[in-house]
């Protein structure tokens, strides 16, 4: 760890690169906390130029911590739509709610208000507290955690509780506390932008000479690489009507409606959020569509229905691979199912759905007549 005489050079070499070259982004323009939550939240897992359109249509619609605490989950899901991970969403809003109750829509200041908030972990609490109040805590994620790794040559499993704490208390050393807010940020985007996970620049970087795993020459092997968690491989078969008028049916997310627990395997996979008909299949995936539709008391006035197989759809999410068999059911009127919805199936977004639910729906669209029919 880098110690007494060295900090100071180490602190200022990093900061005056952040003030140079730091990217110009919409929630570096404020230090509202709530636009600072916000961006935070939804730049867990993932990547800045998809977060950029979802923060500033989510802040037009909702430019307060009122306007979000008052809205419908509903309504703040479809604005969360494509975004993935959402239960992020849900935490936000509840976090907007007990923030209005208890803190009169005021965001808190205090280290343990913030904690108590759902959603805001160790990470989020220390980047909004040091980035929007300056109060000084150091931020540790997975890429502050890489930088420091290399710095220090931290071998091992980084996620291990030892390692982390480890880490933390580095991070909590190594922070400027005259500015907190600016240095969290720095750290964040040195290992965002140059000490990348698999090609660091090392000839750009501003602190390389107080960097151990450059001096070593093993600084691309930091971290060391964690188990792979086995992949689970999951097939499914969905059931997409469409009439005549190009609308389909969804269903809402299981807490809406009062489900089997068979049913709710699927929705949990789409993120229990609206979804077509779908049902885990092995073997015949029509005949298992079929009883499923069966089990929802689907009411149909169209005779026989055809299943008309579109293209599998591949979905990755964590260690799962999903693979989804479409079926596009053409009628003259969609049947009844209790709790769906009739929404147009290119453009099932007006209700909040998933990217693998979207993945479907394209696949069902361009589901061709000379496909097979069933
Ligand atoms: S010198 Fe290289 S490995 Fe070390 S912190 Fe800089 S970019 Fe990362």
Not at 124 to 152: P, Q
Not at 199 to 218: D, M, N, T, W, Y
Request: proline share 6%; hydrophobic share 40%.
């Amino acid at each position: 760890m880098l110690k007494g005489q060295e900090l100071t050079p180490f602190r200022k070499q990093l900061l005056a690169w952040f003030r140079q070259f730091q990217r110009d982004l919409p929630w570096r323009r404020t230090r509202d906390p709530y636009r600072v939550w916000l961006s935070e939240i939804m730049l867990q897992q993932t990547r800045v130029a998809v977060v950029i359109p979802y923060y500033e249509r989510f802040l037009e619609r909702f430019p307060t911590v009122h306007a979000l605490a008052a809205a419908s989950e509903k309504e703040v899901l479809r604005l969360w739509s494509g975004l993935g991970y959402y239960s992020r969403a849900r935490y936000l809003q509840k976090a907007a709610q007990q923030i209005v109750a208890q803190h009169g829509g005021e965001f808190p200041s205090r280290l343990e208000d913030v904690r108590a908030l759902p959603g805001i972990g160790a990470y989020t609490a220390a980047a909004i507290l040091s980035i929007a109040f300056e109060e000084k805590h150091a931020v540790l994620d997975g890429n502050v955690a890489r930088v420091l790794a290399r710095l220090g040559t931290t071998r091992g499993d980084l996620r291990s509780s030892g390692r982390w704490q480890e880490l933390q208390e580095c991070a909590d050393a190594y922070l400027d506390t005259k500015s907190p807010g600016e240095w969290n940020q720095a750290m964040m985007e040195l290992g965002a932008t140059v000490c990348t996970p698999k090609s660091p620049q090392c000839l750009l970087c501003p602190v390389a000479q107080f960097c151990e795993g450059r001096k070593l020459g093993i600084a691309e092997l930091l971290p060391e690489k964690r188990k792979k968690r086995a992949t689970v491989e999951i097939h499914l078969a969905a059931a997409v009507f469409a009439d005549e008028d190009g609308r389909t049916l969804l269903l809402p997310p299981p807490e809406e409606r009062n489900t089997e627990p068979l049913v709710d395997y699927v929705p949990t996979l789409a993120s229990n959020l609206w979804h077509f008909p779908t049902i885990p299949v092995a073997g015949d995936a029509v005949a298992k569509l079929r009883t499923h539709l069966r089990r929802l008391q689907v009411q149909n006035q169209n005779g026989n229905l055809n299943f008309i197989a579109a293209d599998k759809v591949r979905h990755t999410v964590t260690h799962r691979a999903i693979t989804v068999e479409p079926f596009r059911i053409s009628v003259k009127k969609l049947p009844r199912i209790k709790g769906a919805e009739r929404v147009p199936l290119s453009e099932i977004t007006v209700l909040p759905v998933s990217n693998l639910t979207r993945k479907v729906a394209r696949a069902a669209l361009s589901a061709s007549s000379s496909a097979k029919n069933r």
